[in-house]
């Protein structure tokens, strides 16, 4: 049903302790009607992270290619002005940035064409 998308908000303050689980859940969810948005929160090393936003290469598990990209990671450390807090407009478009095509490529790997406009 092409009305139904979903997007998974995760905010993270550490590194995944089940890196390759992960991996594999997120190969396996590649064909469903979502987004995964991961923003990482704090001082850690957040490397692992840009491995599974699928930005550097299309992610893998268990020698199983992810169908597309669903993953947009973020970290909050990038956004953050010395002494004006946060930048929260800039956040919200690296945040979302992925979003119009990760819905259009599920849409069109589907066979779902978009409505007129009228």
């Known amino acids: ?39 990482g929160v704090g001082n850690e090393d957040f490397s692992a992270m840009e491995i599974l936003d699928g930005d550097n290469g299309c992610l893998q598990s268990n020698g199983q290619l992810a169908k597309r990209d669903i993953v947009q990671f973020v970290e909050l450390r990038k956004f953050v002005q010395s002494g004006q807090g946060w930048n929260k407009a800039l956040l919200a478009k690296a945040v979302l940035a992925e979003i119009p095509s990760q819905v259009c490529s599920w849409m069109k790997s589907n066979g779902f064409n978009p409505r007129p406009r009228t």
Do not use: C, R
């Open 1 to 39: 049903d092409p009305s139904n998308y979903f997007v998974l908000l995760i905010i993270t303050d550490g590194i995944i302790t089940d890196f390759e689980e992960t991996k594999s859940a997120l190969v396996n969810a590649s064909s469903l009607p979502m987004s995964v948005i991961i923003v």
